[in-house]
Structure formats: structure tokens, C-alpha cells
């Protein structure tokens, strides 16, 4: 039997902004005056490409040929006396052993077998290739024994198993677990937080190792006798730069990528390489004055081509950065610096949407559609789609999603028994005889299905204890980031060239608010609804803000206290109801926690989504989007009727 194998890539990672603030935060544990780190990191493009597959031995072997003539294959046994000596012994394979000793130790997982196929990410470059090998480590345990860790439990584990090595490495480099993306990272005593972030433009990036000389053991240790405590100004300085200042530069760097403002965002690199030379440069001038680092910065060739630049990492001369005006200049500055026996390499980043996780909670049995749900779970329910193809349910949803920019979605299951039917519709190819049977683009069909299935994690609801209690048990998925939640019975149809949950999405970025899909409903029908209530907040009328939500109102009292009044049409009242997608943000899901712990329940003793919306509503604010598209229901018979005849072409 062939063995289920899986394809990774980790990246290396770059600081944008923020050096050196992940352990200066970490000193709040002993001094709550020092100011919280934070720091800009991203993904870079060059990485480390493997093959991961369950194996009774922890191994990591390379076909790469970029590293093949360097490269020794690894393997031990998965023993935790002889996993801890290999990650102390200082050895190549010591950050994988270390991570590995981690994850049995936690996790009582066996053994992998890791082939990496391919190398671009250079080594002792500053951009953490052995966080990036942690990383990739940790993640193939995770998928091979299904343990459902989220990006940020990856990330956590990638850097304790770093730890039980002789590196002593900072909290930022395992932001190579988020991908080619920047990501906001706070520091906060031990407590480390990650926040995605939209781009408006497009950003080139070069950056370079300087081939120079620098002793990163002598600028830390130097730089660290400003913590706990300050003492001389020398030492003051450090602290403000690393705290108050660059609270403040990574605030407003964030500003100008989300408003596009890149000519101010590379002045403010320059700037920030200026203020490095002023406060923090005094306390360790022998490894910080960096001329060579000046020398590039200064280049003239380079300022025509590039906004601005500033050093990376502990900085000295290791490494530099620059932001160039356009993708020609980024490839000139490449070339110019390569001519200068430098190795440099680019980094676009696209602008990218804030929400790249969604949920979809299929737990319930189907008790309406029985008894085709005996056999046929209703999330598998066959519709035709647009492009003639028939489909089950969830594969629209799943593509719903990916044409949204998400990347990682969340199935909430009612039982692992359920999970068999998705690995086989989504993680097991065809047979050869069928496989030969399909034409041509059906093939590449196929390989769609599959790549889709690389998107899904899975949480279980075993006890039915309500939509909320579903929503909730993807808290450590969700990992503090904003979510889309769609439903597992309800399909869209967008009357524009962007999809329902695009159009959902794009509307998040501007108001960053919890939100709630709604469309309008006749009066008479409201009774059978959650109604919302409220006013708008946009010309378009599109933007509801929410003053009520009530379940199931009669027609009379809606009538009288939830119809929404147009400013267009004077006087005219609507009512709206959910149109069957959500964005939940941590406060969300924090009120799902405390409504839990408290037993927060209806009549039927189940925990209700709506219900924290409604506290959260009144605590911070909830918006009502209205979407230009139609929802299709699945969930009873006759809706199941109207969404086959009518879902591609809707009345």
C-alpha cells in the first residue's frame, strides 16, 4: 500500500521592521515598564521544499541537488534519551532532533520520514533557515498524525524544540510558519501575538547578505545590559528605541502598507536606520558602526532605484534591505548588487487580504433529509454547478473559499468516523482505471479536488451542544485572527464578477468590525428568522449598522421595532435577515468561552451563536453587510428542490 505522502514548503523569513524587540519585550516578565516589542516579519520567497510520510524512524534525507554534495542523510529512532542528545550535540540535524524530541515527548507521536526535494533558501544568511527546518519539522508531524495544531501551535513548537538546542533564538524567526506574507508579532513578557495585515500595493523588496563581518553574540550580549533595568543614558536609549520608537515606526509602517503610501513607507526605512545609528549603535559601536552596511545605504546607483533601506536582523554588517520603486528597479538593484559580489535576492508581496482562514461546521446528522443522510452525509449532496459540473455541496463552499484568497479552512465533524469520507473525496486519488477514463481537463480537475483537500483541518463536535459550541471548538484554529464562518448547508450565488464571500471579505477590510451577512426578507416571513435591525452607515445602503438582533420576531412586532428605514426611499421600512456567512473576530470568540463557562444556554440547552453576537453587538459594535448575491439552502426538501432548479440560474 502506498504510503500517504505530503508535499511542504516553509520559507525563510525577513524582519521589515522591529529587530531585536521580540527579546527586549520578553524582559516585561521582570520590569513592566520596558515597553511591549513588536515587530513587521515576512516570508520570503526562497525556502525549503519537502516530501513528509509516516515512518517507524525519525529521518531527514535531501534529492535536493541544490544541497546534495554538502548533505549527509539523518535517522534515529524515536527515543527521547537519544532525540535530546542529538538537539544538544550542536550537530546539523540538531534543530530537527530538537523539535522532534518536543513533539513525542507532548504529542506520543512515532516517527517521520523527511525528503527535502529542494534548497533556495540560503544558509547563515540571516533569514533563519534553522527556524524555517523547525517549522517544517513540526509540520509534518502535525499532518501525519492529524494532531489539528494551528499555525500558531506549529510556530510555538518550532521554537521550544529550537530552544532545546544551543540556540538561543528570538521569537520573531518562527514567523516563517505564516508563509510569504507580512504579519504584525507583539511582545509581550512571554506572551507573543501574530496579526495579519492587508496590503494596498504592491511591494519589491531586495534584500542582501553583506558578506562582511559582524559578532552577533558581542551586539547581544552588549545590548542586553540595558535590561532589566537602565541605568545611563547609553542604556535609556536602547530601551526607547526598542520600546517607545519602535512602537511607533511599526504602527505607522503598518499604516502606510495598508493605505498603500510606499514612497513614505521606504523613507520610513531610512529613517529607521537612522534612528538605529542614533540610540542603539552607542552601546556596541565596534560591531554596529557597520560601514560596509553604510556604504550600500549611501550608494547612489541604489537611492535612483529604491525608496529607501536600512539594515536586518541584529544589523552590523550582515544584511540589508531595500524597498525599490517597481518590479524593473527591484531586478536592476538585484543585478547592481550581484555585480558588487553580493548575493541578493527579491521579495514581492502582493497585496493580500486580512481573513485567509474560514470555518464550516457540517456536524449535524441531516435529521430534514432523512433518510438519504442514513448513508450520504447532506454536505456531500450533489448540485449542479455554474460550469455544468455536478458537484457535492462542500466542494462549492470549498471553492467559494479559495476564490476569496482563503487559504486554510476549518471542517467542523460530527464524529471521526465522518472524516474517512473526506479523505477519500479529497486527499485520495483515483484509480488508474478511472483516472484514464477522464479527458484532459477533467485531469486537471482532479488535481484542483486534491490541492483543496491540502486546505483542510478538522475539529470534531461529538456532543450536539449548539451552532455556537460548533463555532467555538475552531477557537485555536481561528488563533486570535479574524475568520469567515460559512454554513455547511447553504451555497451562494453572486450577481457580480466577485463571489458572495469576497465581496464579505473586502467590506471587513474597510470597516474591521465582526460582521454578519443579511438579505432582505418579506415582512410575513420574518417570523421565521433571526431579524436584525439598525441603520446604515453607507450611501450604497449596503453597510447596516446593527441595533438588534431577535429571533423569530412576529410580523407585528417587527413591524413596529426592526424594519430598517432607506434613506433613499423616504419612510420605506425592510427587514433583514442572516444571509448564511459571518466574519467572527477574537471577541467573538472570547464571549463563545465565557458563555460556555457560565452555561449560557437556550431552551434547548445548546449554545448559541447568535447569543454572543447579540453580547458583542453590544459591546463593541456588530455590522450588517448586505451582499449582491442570492443564498441557496439545502437543508430541507423543498429548498433543496428550489437550490437544484434554480441555483445556476437564479430567479
Same mark, same amino acid.
Given at each position: 500500500?502506498?504510503?500517504?505522502?505530503?508535499?511542504?514548503?516553509?520559507?525563510?523569513?525577513?524582519?521589515?521592521? /522591529?529587530?531585536?524587540?521580540?527579546?527586549?519585550?520578553?524582559?516585561?516578565?521582570?520590569?513592566?515598564?520596558?515597553?511591549?516589542?513588536?515587530?513587521?516579519?515576512?516570508?520570503?520567497?526562497?525556502?525549503?521544499?519537502?516530501?513528509?510520510?509516516?515512518?517507524?524512524?525519525?529521518?531527514?534525507?535531501?534529492?535536493?541537488?541544490?544541497?546534495?554534495?554538502?548533505?549527509?542523510?539523518?535517522?534515529?529512532?524515536?527515543?527521547?534519551?537519544?532525540?535530546?542528545?542529538?538537539?544538544?550535540?550542536?550537530?546539523?540535524?540538531?534543530?530537527?532532533?530538537?523539535?522532534?524530541?518536543?513533539?513525542?515527548?507532548?504529542?506520543?507521536?512515532?516517527?517521520?520520514?523527511?525528503?527535502?526535494?529542494?534548497?533556495?533558501?540560503?544558509?547563515?544568511?540571516?533569514?533563519?533557515?534553522?527556524?524555517?527546518?523547525?517549522?517544517?519539522?513540526?509540520?509534518?508531524?502535525?499532518?501525519?498524525?492529524?494532531?489539528?495544531?494551528?499555525?500558531?501551535?506549529?510556530?510555538?513548537?518550532?521554537?521550544?524544540?529550537?530552544?532545546?538546542?544551543?540556540?538561543?533564538? /528570538?521569537?520573531?524567526?518562527?514567523?516563517?510558519?505564516?508563509?510569504?506574507?507580512?504579519?504584525?508579532?507583539?511582545?509581550?513578557?512571554?506572551?507573543?501575538?501574530?496579526?495579519?495585515?492587508?496590503?494596498?500595493?504592491?511591494?519589491?523588496?531586495?534584500?542582501?547578505?553583506?558578506?562582511?563581518?559582524?559578532?552577533?553574540?558581542?551586539?547581544?550580549?552588549?545590548?542586553?545590559?540595558?535590561?532589566?533595568?537602565?541605568?545611563?543614558?547609553?542604556?535609556?536609549?536602547?530601551?526607547?528605541?526598542?520600546?517607545?520608537?519602535?512602537?511607533?515606526?511599526?504602527?505607522?509602517?503598518?499604516?502606510?502598507?495598508?493605505?498603500?503610501?510606499?514612497?513614505?513607507?521606504?523613507?520610513?526605512?531610512?529613517?529607521?536606520?537612522?534612528?538605529?545609528?542614533?540610540?542603539?549603535?552607542?552601546?556596541?559601536?565596534?560591531? &554596529?558602526?557597520?560601514?560596509?552596511?553604510?556604504?550600500?545605504?549611501?550608494?547612489?546607483?541604489?537611492?535612483?532605484?529604491?525608496?529607501?533601506?536600512?539594515?536586518?536582523?541584529?544589523?552590523?554588517?550582515?544584511?540589508?534591505?531595500?524597498?525599490?520603486?517597481?518590479?524593473?528597479?527591484?531586478?536592476?538593484?538585484?543585478?547592481?548588487?550581484?555585480?558588487? /559580489?553580493?548575493?541578493?535576492?527579491?521579495?514581492?508581496?502582493?497585496?493580500?487580504?486580512?481573513?485567509?482562514?474560514?470555518?464550516?461546521?457540517?456536524?449535524?446528522?441531516? *435529521?430534514? =433529509?432523512?433518510?438519504?443522510?442514513?448513508?450520504?452525509?447532506?454536505?456531500?449532496?450533489?448540485?449542479?454547478?455554474?460550469?455544468?459540473?455536478?458537484?457535492?455541496?462542500?466542494?462549492?463552499?470549498?471553492?467559494?473559499?479559495?476564490?476569496?484568497?482563503?487559504?486554510?479552512?476549518?471542517?467542523? =465533524?460530527?464524529?471521526?468516523?465522518?472524516?474517512?469520507?473526506?479523505?477519500?473525496?479529497?486527499? *485520495?486519488?483515483?484509480?488508474?482505471?478511472?483516472?484514464?477514463?477522464?479527458?484532459?481537463?477533467?485531469?486537471?480537475?482532479?488535481?484542483?479536488?486534491?490541492? &483543496?483537500?491540502?486546505?483542510?483541518?478538522?475539529?470534531?463536535?461529538?456532543?450536539?451542544? /449548539?451552532?455556537?459550541?460548533?463555532?467555538?471548538?475552531?477557537?485555536?484554529?481561528?488563533?486570535?485572527?479574524?475568520?469567515?464562518?460559512?454554513?455547511?448547508? *447553504?451555497?451562494?450565488?453572486?450577481?457580480?464578477?466577485?463571489?458572495?464571500?469576497?465581496?464579505?471579505?473586502?467590506?471587513?477590510?474597510?470597516?474591521?468590525?465582526?460582521?454578519?451577512?443579511?438579505?432582505?426578507?418579506?415582512?410575513?416571513?420574518?417570523?421565521?428568522?433571526?431579524?436584525?435591525?439598525?441603520?446604515?452607515?453607507?450611501?450604497?445602503?449596503?453597510?447596516?449598522?446593527?441595533?438588534?438582533?431577535?429571533?423569530?420576531?412576529?410580523?407585528?412586532?417587527?413591524?413596529?421595532?426592526?424594519?430598517?428605514?432607506?434613506?433613499?426611499?423616504?419612510?420605506?421600512?425592510?427587514?433583514?435577515?442572516?444571509?448564511?456567512?459571518?466574519?467572527?473576530?477574537?471577541?467573538?470568540?472570547?464571549? &463563545?468561552?465565557?458563555?460556555?463557562?457560565?452555561?449560557?444556554?437556550?431552551?434547548?440547552?445548546?449554545?448559541?451563536?447568535?447569543?454572543? =453576537?447579540?453580547?458583542?453587538?453590544?459591546?463593541?459594535?456588530?455590522?450588517?453587510?448586505?451582499?449582491?448575491?442570492?443564498?441557496?439552502?439545502?437543508?430541507?426538501?423543498?429548498?433543496?428542490?428550489?437550490?437544484?432548479?434554480?441555483?445556476?440560474?437564479?430567479?
Amino acid at each position: 500500500m502506498k504510503k500517504d505522502t505530503k508535499e511542504l514548503f516553509v520559507p525563510g523569513r525577513l524582519c521589515l521592521f /522591529g529587530e531585536h524587540s521580540d527579546w527586549a519585550g520578553k524582559y516585561r516578565t521582570m520590569n513592566a515598564d520596558i515597553v511591549a516589542g513588536a515587530a513587521i516579519v515576512s516570508g520570503i520567497e526562497q525556502g525549503i521544499y519537502a516530501t513528509v510520510e509516516r515512518d517507524s524512524h525519525f529521518s531527514v534525507t535531501s534529492t535536493a541537488p541544490e544541497i546534495k554534495s554538502l548533505w549527509q542523510d539523518f535517522s534515529c529512532r524515536m527515543d527521547a534519551h537519544e532525540l535530546k542528545d542529538i538537539a544538544k550535540s550542536g550537530s546539523f540535524f540538531c534543530y530537527c532532533a530538537g523539535v522532534a524530541s518536543y513533539m513525542l515527548e507532548w504529542y506520543k507521536v512515532g516517527g517521520v520520514k523527511i525528503n527535502i526535494t529542494k534548497m533556495t533558501l540560503p544558509i547563515k544568511s540571516g533569514l533563519s533557515s534553522s527556524a524555517a527546518i523547525c517549522v517544517l519539522v513540526a509540520r509534518a508531524f502535525n499532518l501525519m498524525y492529524n494532531l489539528n495544531l494551528s499555525t500558531m501551535g506549529e510556530m510555538n513548537i518550532a521554537y521550544w524544540g529550537e530552544l532545546r538546542t544551543s540556540s538561543r533564538c /528570538g521569537r520573531l524567526d518562527q514567523a516563517c510558519a505564516f508563509g510569504v506574507h507580512p504579519v504584525l508579532m507583539t511582545f509581550d513578557a512571554e506572551e507573543v501575538e501574530v496579526k495579519n495585515f492587508n496590503i494596498r500595493e504592491t511591494l519589491y523588496w531586495v534584500f542582501s547578505d553583506l558578506n562582511g563581518t559582524k559578532d552577533t553574540i558581542k551586539i547581544l550580549t552588549d545590548l542586553n545590559k540595558a535590561f532589566p533595568f537602565a541605568e545611563g543614558e547609553r542604556e535609556k536609549n536602547v530601551q526607547y528605541a526598542l520600546g517607545e520608537l519602535n512602537q511607533k515606526t511599526v504602527n505607522e509602517a503598518i499604516t502606510l502598507m495598508e493605505e498603500g503610501r510606499v514612497e513614505e513607507l521606504g523613507a520610513l526605512m531610512t529613517k529607521a536606520q537612522a534612528d538605529f545609528d542614533k540610540y542603539i549603535t552607542p552601546m556596541c559601536p565596534s560591531q &554596529l558602526s557597520s560601514p560596509k552596511l553604510h556604504q550600500i545605504l549611501a550608494d547612489e546607483r541604489i537611492k535612483e532605484l529604491s525608496y529607501g533601506g536600512k539594515g536586518v536582523g541584529s544589523h552590523g554588517d550582515g544584511s540589508v534591505q531595500f524597498l525599490a520603486k517597481s518590479k524593473e528597479c527591484q531586478t536592476e538593484i538585484v543585478e547592481y548588487l550581484k555585480s558588487k /559580489g553580493l548575493h541578493p535576492y527579491g521579495l514581492t508581496i502582493e497585496p493580500k487580504h486580512t481573513i485567509r482562514k474560514a470555518i464550516i461546521p457540517v456536524a449535524g446528522f441531516g *435529521t430534514r =433529509l432523512y433518510p438519504e443522510t442514513r448513508f450520504l452525509k447532506k454536505d456531500f449532496f450533489p448540485i449542479i454547478d455554474k460550469d455544468g459540473q455536478v458537484k457535492p455541496l462542500i466542494l462549492i463552499l470549498l471553492e467559494e473559499c479559495k476564490a476569496a484568497g482563503i487559504e486554510e479552512i476549518c471542517i467542523v =465533524l460530527g464524529s471521526r468516523e465522518e472524516r474517512e469520507q473526506y479523505r477519500q473525496f479529497f486527499e *485520495t486519488p483515483l484509480p488508474k482505471e478511472h483516472l484514464d477514463k477522464l479527458p484532459k481537463e477533467k485531469l486537471k480537475y482532479e488535481r484542483h479536488i486534491l490541492d &483543496l483537500g491540502k486546505r483542510l483541518t478538522y475539529v470534531y463536535q461529538t456532543e450536539k451542544k /449548539g451552532f455556537g459550541d460548533a463555532v467555538y471548538r475552531c477557537a485555536d484554529f481561528a488563533a486570535n485572527e479574524p475568520v469567515l464562518l460559512l454554513l455547511g448547508d *447553504t451555497i451562494y450565488h453572486s450577481n457580480t464578477n466577485k463571489c458572495c464571500a469576497l465581496q464579505f471579505i473586502e467590506a471587513y477590510e474597510k470597516y474591521n468590525k465582526p460582521m454578519m451577512s443579511i438579505h432582505e426578507i418579506p415582512l410575513e416571513k420574518v417570523c421565521y428568522y433571526g431579524v436584525t435591525s439598525g441603520k446604515w452607515i453607507d450611501s450604497k445602503e449596503r453597510v447596516l449598522l446593527m441595533s438588534n438582533i431577535t429571533e423569530k420576531p412576529s410580523s407585528a412586532y417587527a413591524e413596529e421595532n426592526l424594519g430598517v428605514v432607506s434613506v433613499a426611499v423616504t419612510g420605506r421600512k425592510r427587514y433583514y435577515c442572516a444571509f448564511g456567512s459571518y466574519i467572527l473576530t477574537k471577541e467573538v470568540f472570547a464571549q &463563545l468561552k465565557e458563555n460556555i463557562n457560565n452555561n449560557v444556554v437556550n431552551a434547548k440547552g445548546e449554545i448559541e451563536l447568535t447569543t454572543a =453576537l447579540e453580547q458583542v453587538r453590544q459591546q463593541n459594535g456588530l455590522l450588517g453587510v448586505k451582499l449582491d448575491g442570492k443564498m441557496f439552502d439545502i437543508g430541507v426538501p423543498n429548498e433543496y428542490r428550489n437550490t437544484m432548479c434554480n441555483y445556476v440560474s437564479p430567479c
